[in-house]
């Protein structure tokens, strides 16, 4: 039996709206892959990039950062310092050649379950059409 | 008045009776929240975003909502109703009746089971009648309380005395059809009303055929359509045959300004709402057109008219000046339009869909109540207040906030809601609150150093988590973990018997770590860090995995897999709590005193607010009088006259002990935060700088009539300002010879380049003091050059009084301003020859005018950059103060302790003037009586000698809560304003800061522990 | 008066300058790189008196350690110093600036137009004097010069940004005879005004230092493409950063890396046996030291947009790793997305520190 390929997909939401969002994705019972295992921080410009580097170096198969809308922040403006450096992070994937779709950054918020389920699904999606992370088949990283 | 009280009934839980109960709960005062409907939130959560920001609607509710839920002072009766009250204010008696739910909150847990069960579907009232429910349900997904209750009238039991299908499946054995209605008896102090409007019913309203035609819905379902949890999950489409439609057409004023149903006033917030809708439709639909037939557009509140000119510009929103006449539906489901334009020609136009933007009305049992409470309705029967007791009703001792008394956006009912709470505070027994109780119980565990022995609690939630999580497999697979020194598995963790179990278990094997997989910490988190509090441990020792909502109510269909992925919560949750430490909440004093800065009527209102609360009041006046612009006032609609008014006022500040003005003050300096603040003031009689301290600080700096140099202003001495105009009025001194011809010009300075924003009192000062003309000179004849006429709210009718005088009303556009022309150059009385365009007559019309008016706009005072930047707060674009949050934190700064109110925000009149400065003050009581305040427990923090001093953080605080200090070279936390949000420990470069209770190694850990490679299936 | 014209080479014009300025007591000391006449050691020299000035070898093609970085521990200067730096030199004090590392108060900045230094490894050579004043004469016939560092060779930013003073030396065949020093500043006309020389208007000529940018530019795109020659992507990127030994020396040479100790070396990446085997399952083995190509990684997110291309870290690593190349190319990438310029103006914030609500649409 084939049993597909799952990859792993971390994710860090920011508790006021993205997590919020994803709770409302379950009340309402919208499915989803359980690839996808979410991590709550306060707001997503708490989120060093490093950490999402990590998780890639890790063999993470898609790292999803996802927080309020911009201007909708509940620290004001966090969500404007994230954007700027989700937007470093992958101009340095991108100009070394390393896959920048396994980093993804997202808006959504408190009423937002379907996009949560929606962004679950396709990154999923996205992410299983690109395969496993090759961090994690590197014996020599 | 007899004796205080120490509890205040609210009636009415929207967000104004929200924000009413938190301001009393946070003075210490016990709250009874009082709701019809099963929960609260009022109108908000069924809005999908608001204006001028777009925010979301529930993002922002929902953290309140559960504010209130969680506040030990606030007790929420939802299903229930104020039936009476007796007694006097200070001491009332108030009956509550409760009405039966059928379902036992307390043994309720929210499973929804029952509802899954029930046969019986009715249209949904949440989502406008667009989905059904059932007969049990709760109101909506997000709704607090998460009760379920059955609705008597369509229960198959009830009605026809079968099925019982969700006793049957009830796990809880929640289910009681014994329930009986309850009578409560309430004592209060003062009552709150905050019951919110009905929208208007457009049912056979017109002739735009709601109901008959498909594809023509309210503003209020189309919020729903839009919404992307509403029943269309977002994606837009007509009724008729579910497709996205192409054009929309928006019909303004639908049950507003229309005096052949009684309805002479404007609904105030239905411009905005549309202006928003064609936004947010526009965005979900690149290509559709958006139509606004309208009147006047109001968009007359802080940062309206960019959005309204954002909407025009960067969307291509199409308005139209128009009075929609009928509505006819074509084959196929398109709408045909009849309308008529401005200058009376009859148009067609074809659209997918029409959204008919419906007034907001009195609420229909406010007849009834008004009766029970003797308190009296105004014509419209709203509640009656008055221009200077705006939240006062006509019941001593009962407060009305919100749009009960009138429509109200958002922000003005959260305004309108934390004044109330100031001016019934004169009727509370209100104590400078210690923080000690919060403190009380067992002594704290030092767990410092401690090896981490962590206990796993594993929720079943009835079926909801085991009905698909093997939850004894995730159980026995948690005691597998390294320093997991005790795991099980329980039925209902949040049960009272559950939370004792836990207790025990940190006792039986010394845990000092406790980790609940259940339900989402959003919700529980603070219960059962509660519990182990109790048990001696730090609150912060304890952390959730949510492997209900997040994992199995989502993969329903996966129960092995979503097994496994709870084991992995369990673990990563594990791995983040050996890296748990106990956080400690440093006690703030506050500082019992009070800096305002401004005399003006707001300034002096937010002064006598807390003065009369008790607390000392440093007022700062700049001018040698107090009363500010307010001096210039003489007139006002409903009689009272505002020159008395103020003068009364002035004198309660002279008179007041509590209150030292300084006047021909001026701020040098204001060091420190929020409950330690030090303010050098010179001037002030004495001429030398004094320091003093305070708690608090109230920005009331007012406003300025805007000095124009357009309309040859300054040439004669027969063109005067709007507020010279007032003068003249009162004086009887007009220039000399006829007046008979007297032109107004709206918008001088306001709404263009330069001052994008609408003074929004010009419009309604003009018909005033036009109206007053009428009275001193009947025989003159007003024409009235304006853009939009924006007398919103109870406004409308003085418009049409003065429509009906016969003045005439000559629209311009910023392309066809008026020009004028004085008859004689060389005569400083000249008359003056004005040429307006006449859009009705399509034709320019010519008319020397004895006297020209020019309503100047608002500008900010020049000193507010000063302030602002001694404050470390905000101003807007157009040199305003920029509240914290637009909507729900109206007069807060970010930065805690420092309010803002009156023009110093935003242009407004008297009445809000008044609600503002009294909400200001109420906010900032809620600091002032507390001898201290707790600091957050998740803030950030300063490794020393990390720290390279780079000031990375300092610039990205939005909180001015973190900066470099000049002698040590190191980032200085100030805990007391630190929000936790961790934006600046992400900025860290060196490593040297870190967020409590987030900490790197925390975040780390927690990642590392995960399996990047999914191993399927998961039982192998 | 704009310019003053010496009859000199460019480097003993600069010699005199600064023994104008100390002389005159306009400045109380100097900063200028030297060589050893005894030992033919280089070194940077803070000097107060005249006579110290006779070692200084303020042009020499050589970079013993980022004089930006060194300035710091000298501001706020007191008193007025004066500091001869080479443009990228002065670039990464300026984003030091930004990072409150230091302060151009009382500082007099005197920089050239660079031809570019030569590796350390060739420094070092005994005949390495040898090569100087061929390499001058190169430099002045706008060449660009075989054998000097990668990113010199690809440095298309040699004609200083706002210093007070400028050098004119590369693409100028006349500094070999002459030296003109252009006076940018309000603070060089006050400090340097009163030096004797021929003044004039003049200004850089821009079509010269333009064409001299251009072959840098083909040179560095050149060194772009070389960089992973036989893996893009995961590959590649092993490729190059796969040798590191995690000595972590690149960083501490980096004028921009200003941290007391680096994050990277800090408890939060100290891992226990538990996490190797995490990291071990489903891979079969692992490279240690950990985190080697991680700490390249992660270093790029703190600092590329601010890399100014100097190339120390490259001549410091042990092991041939062309850090400079990779960190330059990043960095124009992280930078161009802000149109920033790294030590451009002082005034412009680093792009981390601020935002605007409008950008980046296509992110989120």
Not at chain 2, 921 to 941: Q, V, Y
Not at chain 3, 182 to 196: F, I, P, Q, S
Request: charged share 25%.
């Amino acid at each position: 039996m084939d049993k597909g390929f799952t990859p792993r997909i971390t994710a860090l939401l920011c508790q006021w709206c993205s997590y919020t969002g994803a709770d409302l994705a379950g009340t309402s019972r919208l499915q989803y892959p359980t690839s996808i295992i979410a991590m709550k921080v306060m707001c997503s410009s708490r989120v060093d990039p490093v950490l999402l580097l990590k998780a890639y170096l890790s063999g993470s198969g898609g790292v999803l950062l996802a927080g309020c809308h911009p201007g909708d922040c509940h620290y004001e403006v966090g969500n404007y310092h994230t954007r700027r450096r989700f937007a470093i992070l992958k101009a340095i994937f991108d100009t070394l050649g390393l896959e920048s779709a396994r980093l993804k950054l997202s808006w959504i918020s408190a009423s937002e379950g379907p996009k949560f389920a929606q962004v679950a699904n396709e990154y999923t999606d996205e992410i299983k059409k690109m395969g496993e992370n090759p961090s994690k088949k590197k014996m020599f990283l | 008045m007899g004796s205080k009280s120490k509890s205040v009934v609210v009636v009415g839980a929207g967000i104004a009776g929200i924000q009413a109960s938190l301001d009393l709960a946070e003075l210490g005062v016990e709250v009874h929240l009082i709701e019809d409907t099963p929960t609260i939130g009022g109108r908000m959560p069924q809005l999908d975003k608001t204006f001028p920001t777009n925010d979301c609607s529930m993002c922002i509710l929902a953290p309140k909502m559960s504010e209130c839920a969680r506040h030990a002072r606030i007790t929420i009766h939802i299903n229930s109703s104020l039936d009476a009250i007796s007694g006097e204010p200070g001491d009332f008696r108030c009956t509550i009746t409760e009405r039966a739910k059928y379902v036992d909150p307390v043994k309720c847990v929210a499973c929804g089971l029952c509802e899954e069960k029930c046969p019986v579907k009715v249209d949904d009232v949440f989502d406008t009648g667009l989905r059904k429910r059932k007969a049990i349900s709760r109101y909506f997904l997000q709704s607090i309380p998460a009760e379920y209750t059955i609705d008597k009238d369509n229960c198959l039991f009830f009605t026809r005395g079968v099925c019982k299908m969700c006793e049957k499946v009830c796990p809880a054995d929640a289910i009681n059809y014994e329930d009986q209605d309850r009578q409560l008896e309430l004592s209060a102090g003062a009552i709150i009303l905050a019951t919110g409007i009905d929208p208007f019913n457009p049912i056979g309203f017109g002739n735009f055929g709601y109901h008959r035609f498909a594809n023509v819905v309210t503003s209020l379902e189309f919020e729903r359509i839009l919404s992307a949890s509403g029943p269309l999950g977002g994606h837009v489409v007509r009724a008729s045959d579910s497709k996205e439609p192409k054009s929309i057409a928006f019909i303004q004023c639908v049950g507003s300004r229309d005096e052949s149903i009684g309805k002479n006033y404007c609904s105030s917030a239905c411009c905005m709402f549309t202006i928003k809708q064609a936004i947010i439709a526009k965005e979900h639909m690149k290509d559709l057109e958006p139509t606004v037939f309208y009147m006047d557009i109001r968009a007359f509140g802080k940062d309206f008219d960019k959005y309204y000119e954002k909407a025009e510009k960067k969307y291509g929103v199409v308005f139209t000046r128009s009075k929609v006449a009928d509505i006819d539906e074509l084959p196929g489901g398109n709408l045909r339009l009849r309308y008529t334009e401005e200058n009376g020609d009859i148009k067609y136009g074809e659209f997918d869909m029409v959204i008919l933007a419906i007034g907001l009305e009195a609420r229909e049992g406010n007849r009834v109540l008004s009766e029970e409470l003797d308190i009296k309705l105004n014509e419209f029967d709203f509640y009656r207040s008055d221009a200077f007791g705006p939240l006062e009703s006509t019941r001593e001792g009962v407060f009305v906030c919100g749009a009960a008394n009138g429509p109200k956006d958002i922000p003005e009912s959260v305004v309108s809601a934390s004044g109330a709470v100031a001016s019934a505070a004169k009727y509370l027994k209100l104590e400078r609150q210690d923080i000690a109780s919060e403190d009380e119980g067992a002594a704290e565990l030092d767990v410092t150093g401690d090896r981490p022995r962590v206990g796993v609690f594993v929720c079943h939630c009835g079926i909801n988590i085991a009905g698909v999580v093997d939850v004894k497999n995730v159980a026995e697979y948690a005691a597998t973990l390294s320093n997991v020194e005790h795991s099980e598995d329980v039925m209902y963790a949040c049960s009272t018997d559950c939370l004792e179990t836990i207790k025990k278990r940190i006792e039986e094997h010394g845990l000092n770590r406790v980790i609940v997989a259940a339900c989402t910490p959003r919700t529980h988190e603070p219960l059962f860090r509660e519990t182990i509090a109790e048990a001696g441990l730090n609150p912060y020792l304890c952390e959730m995995a949510n492997i209900r909502d997040q994992c199995s109510w989502a993969h329903m269909e996966e129960p092995e897999l979503a097994t496994a992925k709870s084991r992995d919560l369990v673990e990563m949750t594990v791995a983040k709590a050996r890296q748990l430490s106990s956080l400690e909440r440093l006690p703030i004093d506050i500082d019992p005193r009070a800096l305002v800065i401004g005399g003006g009527l707001s300034g002096m209102t937010a002064a006598l607010s807390l003065a009369e609360a008790g607390h000392e009041v440093f007022l700062v006046e700049k001018e040698k009088d107090l009363g500010g612009n307010m001096r210039d006032i003489f007139f006002n609609f409903d009689k009272a006259d505002p020159q008395a008014f103020l003068a009364e006022t002035i004198a309660r500040v002279e008179e007041n002990e509590n209150i030292r003005v300084f006047m021909a003050g001026r701020i040098d300096g204001i060091t420190g935060y929020v409950g330690n603040f030090e303010t050098t003031i010179s001037g002030g009689g004495n001429g030398d700088a004094e320091k003093v301290k305070h708690g608090v600080v109230i920005v009331a700096t007012g406003g300025e009539e805007h000095k124009t140099e357009e309309y040859l202003y300054g040439r004669s001495s027969r063109i005067v300002s709007l507020v010279e105009f007032e003068k003249m009025l009162k004086t009887g001194n007009f220039p000399a010879g006829r007046i008979r011809n007297v032109v107004i010009v709206q918008c001088v300075g306001s709404r263009e380049e330069g001052r994008m924003y609408c003074s929004r009192v010009c419009c309604t000062k003009a018909v005033k003091n036009a109206l007053e003309l009428k009275k001193a000179k009947p025989g003159a004849d007003v024409y009235f050059a304006y853009r939009d006429i924006r007398t919103y709210g109870f406004r409308e009718k003085y418009y049409t009084e003065l429509r009906d005088t016969g003045a005439v009303f000559l629209r311009y556009t910023p392309e066809t301003k008026p020009v004028v022309n004085m008859v004689d150059e060389t005569n400083p009385d000249s008359r003056l020859k004005v040429t307006a365009f006449d859009p009705i007559l399509e034709k320019e019309v010519e008319i020397t005018a004895d006297l020209l008016v020019l309503s100047a706009a608002i500008d900010p005072p020049e000193g507010n950059v000063r302030l602002a930047k001694m404050l470390k707060v905000p101003l807007n674009s157009d040199g305003m103060f920029l509240e914290a949050h637009v909507k729900l934190r109206p007069v807060d700064f970010a930065t805690d302790g420092i309010f803002v109110c009156g023009l110093a925000h935003s242009p407004k009149d008297m009445d809000e003037s008044l609600a503002q400065a009294k909400a200001a003050a109420s906010r900032a009581l809620t600091f002032l009586n507390k001898k201290a305040i707790l600091a957050e427990g998740t803030i950030a923090r300063v490794r020393e000698d990390r720290c390279s001093g780079c000031a990375y953080c300092e610039s990205i605080c939005a909180y001015a809560a973190i900066e470099v200090d000049p002698e040590k070279e190191v980032a200085v936390v100030n805990e007391a304003l630190c929000k936790g949000c961790g934006a600046c420990v992400a900025s860290c470069r060196c490593g040297a800061l870190d967020l409590l209770g987030f900490s790197n190694e925390q975040l780390f850990s927690a990642f590392d522990s995960l399996e990047m490679v999914i191993t399927d299936g998961g039982a192998d | 008066m704009s310019s003053i014209n010496l009859d000199m080479s460019a480097p003993d014009g600069i010699i005199a300058l600064l023994k104008y300025l100390l002389s005159s007591g306009k400045v109380s000391a100097v900063l200028v790189p030297r060589r050893n006449p005894d030992t033919g050691a280089y070194d940077i020299g803070l000097i107060a008196d005249e006579a110290g000035l006779d070692s200084a070898a303020p042009v020499d093609p050589v970079m013993l350690a980022n004089t930006g970085q060194i300035l710091s521990s000298l501001t706020p200067a007191k008193r007025s110093l004066a500091v001869v730096l080479k443009p990228c030199e002065l670039r990464a004090f300026v984003e030091r600036v930004k990072r409150e590392q230091g302060s151009l108060e009382n500082v007099l900045t005197i920089s050239y137009t660079c031809g570019g230094v030569f590796p350390l490894e060739k420094v070092i050579e005994e005949s390495f004097a040898d090569v100087i004043p061929n390499y001058l004469k190169r430099v002045a016939s706008g060449e660009i010069v075989d054998g000097t560092r990668d990113t010199c060779r690809a440095c298309e930013h040699f004609v200083p940004m706002n210093a007070d003073v400028t050098i004119s030396i590369a693409a100028d065949a006349g500094s070999i005879a002459g030296c003109r020093i252009y006076l940018n500043t309000d603070r060089a006309r006050e400090l340097v005004g009163g030096l004797e020389g021929k003044q004039s208007d003049d200004e850089i000529d821009p079509a010269v230092t333009l064409k001299l940018a251009a072959k840098r530019k083909v040179e560095k795109e050149k060194l772009f493409n070389s960089l992973a020659p036989t893996g893009d992507g995961l590959d590649g990127v092993i490729e190059v950063f796969g040798k590191c030994v995690g000595c972590h020396g690149c960083g501490r040479v980096c004028p921009i890396c200003y941290c007391l100790l680096c994050d990277f070396e800090s408890r939060s990446f100290d891992y226990d046996l538990p996490y190797f085997e995490k990291e071990l399952s489903g891979k079969g083995a692992l490279r240690l030291p950990p985190d080697t190509i991680f700490f390249h990684l992660g270093r790029m997110t703190h600092m590329s947009f601010s890399c100014v291309g100097c190339g120390l870290c490259s001549d410091v690593c042990p092991v041939g790793i062309p850090v400079a190349s990779m960190f330059k190319k990043v960095g124009e990438h992280t930078a161009a997305l802000f149109d920033y310029v790294a030590g451009r103006d002082v005034e412009e914030k680093l792009p981390v520190m601020v935002y605007k609500e409008e950008e980046f649409s296509e992110l989120g």
